[in-house]
């Protein structure tokens, strides 16, 4: 599916498979929706009842925590129908494809398919093939792309450092696995940045053309100094075949983790993010995580804000490029 058939014909958001090909306006609007779902801390983002009579359904078919249970939580705060497909007990075990699967439950009228698999292309394969009132939206696929976790990492920068033109933005760890780190960068590349670097240990690189405009940086003292934000990566043991190429966590740690000494090199307000799950004391040490400068918490909580305001533009439409 190329970029623009995420859009309707009247420029709105109908499925969200990528954030390449949005236009600024789009990302803005998104981020300010998400806004007007938060709460101080503590307290229970906004209800929105826009979603009722809808069904969400979702399907993951690899591990989540954090982006499964906030779009649960997010689809029943806007009073959806929300159905969780346990994929170890559907019939995907017995040999279903994935789009009879997705046939079977929009027979049931599902209205939003939220979708995570290893396999690059499925939720754009499904976005082919549903109904015109039905909705795909990304919910990690591949190394590929991970759209909401950039939106929600665009909103926590933002909501720490306002514009994003004169930061500069440092990526540390295994970004060659990594969706996360190109969604964050396909988000950037629109809003634009100061300097996005990157740097990853021998065998984690990414491939430079994923990531255009961004600066590959083979040190990572170099990478974190003066930077304004630092987002420190997980290794993806379940990504990497040759297991016997592995450091050990200690040795990881010291060499390429994000540490107290390493973070002192950034700049004296320079904010700590993680998408999660951590390996703690191997990519960040337990101290840097809990530190006064992380705000991994912070970006959980505006995960949930985030899936709440996609969720609400693909029926709502009113965000429009
Ligand atoms: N960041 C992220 O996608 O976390 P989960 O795998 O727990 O959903």
Request: proline share 4%; aromatic share 4%.
């Amino acid at each position: 599916m190329n970029d623009l058939q995420q859009l309707d014909a009247d420029g709105t958001l109908r499925h969200l498979l990528t954030l390449r090909g949005l236009d600024r306006s789009m990302i803005d609007a998104l981020l300010d929706k998400a806004e007007t779902y938060l709460r101080p801390t503590d307290a229970l983002p906004a209800r929105d009842g826009i979603l009722n009579g809808r069904t969400v359904a979702n399907l993951f078919f690899e591990p989540s925590t954090r982006t499964r249970a906030s779009f649960e939580l997010a689809a029943k705060r806007m009073s959806a129908d929300v159905l969780n497909l346990d994929v170890n007990m559907s019939s995907r075990i017995k040999g279903e494809s994935v789009l009879d699967t997705i046939y079977t439950l929009q027979a049931m009228r599902s209205d939003i398919f939220v979708v995570r698999d290893a396999s690059e292309g499925i939720p754009d394969l499904i976005a082919r093939h549903v109904e015109p009132h039905v909705s795909v939206l990304n919910a990690g696929e591949a190394a590929i792309s991970h759209p909401t976790q950039g939106l929600l990492d665009l909103l926590t920068i933002r909501r720490h450092k306002g514009a994003f033109d004169d930061l500069v933005i440092t990526v540390v760890g295994d970004i060659g696995h990594s969706r996360v780190a190109r969604s964050l960068a396909d988000g950037l590349a629109i809003t634009g940045v100061g300097e996005l670097r990157l740097t990853a240990p021998p065998g984690l690189t990414p491939d430079e053309a994923d990531y255009p405009g961004a600066v590959i940086v083979d040190d990572i003292d170099d990478a974190i100094r003066g930077a304004d934000v630092v987002m420190a990566l997980r290794i993806q043991r379940e990504r990497i075949r040759e297991k016997s190429s592995l450091m050990t966590s200690h040795e990881y740690l010291n060499r390429y983790g994000l540490t107290d000494e390493r973070l002192e090199l950034a700049d004296p307000d320079a904010i700590v993010m993680h998408p999660g799950p951590m390996n703690r004391d191997v990519e960040i040490a337990s101290s840097v995580a809990d530190g006064p400068r992380s705000v991994i918490e912070e970006q959980v909580a505006n995960g949930l804000a985030v899936r709440m305001a996609v969720l609400a533009a693909v029926v709502d439409g009113k965000v429009a490029s």
